[in-house]
């Protein structure tokens, strides 16, 4: 004889606790640190501090933060409004010799990210082209790190996000 319908309530009441649970300490461990600024948006490592860079002549921020093993990275981001350019070279006047461009699309921009020394560090840059404006950032760690860290760079560079 049967003994009434099986009721899955509770085991599944304790699999939802879990899953809640395990979900909100990866986004506790994973979130990144955004910062918005005017008409765009972009995503560094978690913990990372960004704040404005007071007496620059165009608006800028600079962001720094821990990466793995205590080690620490470094960032910087400005933003030109402008009339009409050429973007390559218009790029290549503000952001020193690159030994590494790719072009491509970000957040359906035209874009060109690249890699360059300045002194003892090495940084991962993008330059991101809104029409009316050019956002450039650049993000990186001392030189013998930089390829251990890279893959984090390339994503920071490529959350950038622009609104007009």
Known sequence: MSEGPVSF???????VIVGVAAAG?????????????????IDFPRKWTVQDAPGSEVPKITASGPLAEERSGFAWATITVHGTIIFPQFVAARVPAADWTEELDI???????????????RYMAVAVDR???VIICAVGCPKPYFDMYRPVFEKVCRSIRCQR
């Open 107 to 121: 957040d359906y921009k035209k874009a060109m990210l690249m890699t360059f020394n300045d002194g003892d560090n």
């Open 25 to 41: 300490t990866y986004l506790y461990l994973h979130w990144p640190a955004h910062y918005d600024g005017p008409g765009w948006s």
């Open 131 to 133: 029409v009316d404006a």
């Open 9 to 15: 309530g509770k085991p599944l009441f304790y699999l």
